[in-house]
T-cell receptor
Framework: GDSVTQMEGPVTLSEEAFLTINCTYT??????LFWYVQYPGEGLQLLLK?????DKGSNKGFEATYRKETTSFHLEKGSVQVSDSAVYFC?????????????FGKGTLLTVNP | AAGVIQSPRHLIKEKRETATLKCYPI?????VYWYQQGPGQDPQFLIS???????DKGSIPDRFSAQQFSDYHSELNMSSLELGDSALYFC??????????FGSGTRLTVV
């Protein structure tokens, strides 16, 4: 079945450092891809998404490019802030349409130190 | 803007008790989903409803049941609670034109 393999953390960076969190997927066809963020004690928030190959999703300085040839959707940010400390999940839907369940990666805990 | 509302936010139950979690989706969203997130784990899909009918089922124990009511709110019922049921339970809703929106979750602690 469809699956997501995500770089597991924890990842600890200093403020203004460059961030990469790797995510690769196995899926039938070309599903949409998502990154979700979970801040401490909170729910899941959609960070960004890409719906087709070569699409680049971006939000709050984070970017991820849908790479069909490498089945990857790596998350990057050029300069992290303390407020970016959270758990990041890569996810994909198991089927098309609006009625889909999401399969998540294991999550990567990011800690940014001042 | 209206969000997905879950209640209660926190719930403490004893082993073998029953718990009921409630979810109020965003108006006009036609699908509701339930997920379970254990400590330090990724969210796992439990069950979904489309227009009040069960549309998909994941790794949901037989001790759990769920339904969606005529006003579109959904309830997750968990009986004979076990320590391993302690987790964060998320509800999400979606529609054809708007993707997933998650609620803030209900943290269930079984003691």
């Amino acid at each position: 079945g469809d699956s997501v393999t995500q770089m597991e953390g924890p990842v600890t960076l200093s403020e203004e450092a460059f961030l990469t969190i790797n995510c690769t997927y196995t899926a039938t066809g070309y599903p949409s891809l998502f990154w979700y963020v979970q801040y401490p004690g909170e729910g899941l928030q959609l960070l960004l998404k890409a719906t087709k190959a070569d699409d680049k999703g971006s939000n709050k300085g984070f970017e991820a490019t849908y790479r069909k040839e490498t089945t990857s959707f790596h998350l990057e940010k050029g300069s992290v802030q303390v407020s970016d400390s959270a758990v990041y999940f890569c996810a994909l839907p198991n089927s098309g349409g609006s009625n889909y369940k999401l399969t998540f990666g294991k999550g990567t805990l990011l800690t940014v130190n001042p | 803007a209206a969000g997905v509302i879950q209640s209660p936010r926190h719930l403490i139950k004893e082993k073998r008790e029953t718990a009921t979690l409630k979810c109020y989706p965003i108006p006009r969203h036609d699908t509701v989903y339930w997920y379970q997130q254990g400590p330090g784990q990724d969210p796992q899909f439990l069950i979904s409803f489309y227009e009040k009918m069960q549309s998909d089922k994941g790794s949901i124990p037989d001790r759990f049941s769920a339904q969606q009511f005529s006003d579109y709110h959904s309830e997750l019922n968990m009986s004979s609670l076990e320590l391993g049921d302690s987790a964060l339970y998320f509800c999400a809703s979606s529609s054809q034109t708007v993707g997933y929106t998650f609620g803030s979750g209900t943290r269930l602690t079984v003691v």
